[in-house]
């Protein structure tokens, strides 16, 4: 099967890539450093020729408000309609656990909205909802910085590895259309203040992580479920322990 990954070359679509390879699929990275361009429309009709399912895991070079709602507004419509005109059967998001529940994130705005134009169109879909990647640490961490200190948030957290992430998904694109969300999750639940101090104590990172019930994410104040899936999530295997006892440079 022909399966374009438009953000191929990205964390969770260079793994993507190698699993569906490795399943014997015909896998192609679309980005702009292959010369696909899903804002400007560049190379988009002739990687799609031929092709059966397209998964978009790309995200905004700009997380602005304004910026990331243009980039997904536009890459979707633009990819959905290249689709209708290939002849595509199946159509597979990337977005966000409780995307619809952080309305006060202009991030999450734009992934709801990237999702109502999918599941507005004609072409048959499934839409992934993950929790965070274990990869993230760093940069939560680096945005909720005050000081020496790391404000978060004391919610529950079900982070995954961006390995489980791509089995998930290589799964998912490899199915029927769903025509509807499934969720995935780590296979752990903890609290998100706990998961970063664990994180940043594994890289001897001397900030202290204060609970902040106020601590936004992503600009949205958080309630106790916010970042969790609900019951029927798909889980992943890799616990993060044991992922941070992996050597740095496969994080
Ligand atoms: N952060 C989280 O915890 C989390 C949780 C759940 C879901 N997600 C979602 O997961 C998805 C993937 O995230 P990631 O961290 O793997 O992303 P990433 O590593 O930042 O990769 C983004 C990819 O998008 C490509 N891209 C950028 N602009 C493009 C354009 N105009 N046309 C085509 N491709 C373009 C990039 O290509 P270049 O390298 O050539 O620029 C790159 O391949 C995102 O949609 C995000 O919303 C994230």
Known sequence: MKIVVI??????????????????????????????????????????????????????????????MTFFQTSTRNLLAAESDAG????????????????GSGYMRAKVAQESLIKGSSIPYSIVHATQFFEFVKSIAAAATDGNRVRIAPVLFQPMASDDVAIAVSRIATGAPLNGTVEIGGPERLRFDEFIRRGLAAQNDAREVVADPHARYFGAELTERSLVPGEGAQLGEIRFDDWLRQPVPQR
Do not use: C, Y
């Open 88 to 103: 595509v059967r199946h159509h597979v998001a990337l977005s966000i656990v409780g995307s619809e529940r952080m309305a």
């Open 7 to 68: 953000g191929g070359t990205g964390l969770i679509g260079s793994k993507l890539i190698t699993r569906l390879r490795e399943q014997g699929h015909e896998a192609v990275a679309a980005a702009p450093n292959t010369g696909v361009n899903t804002i400007t429309g560049e190379g988009l009709a002739d990687v799609l020729r031929g092709a059966s399912v397209v998964v978009d895991v790309s995200n905004s070079p700009s997380f602005e408000d304004a910026d990331v």
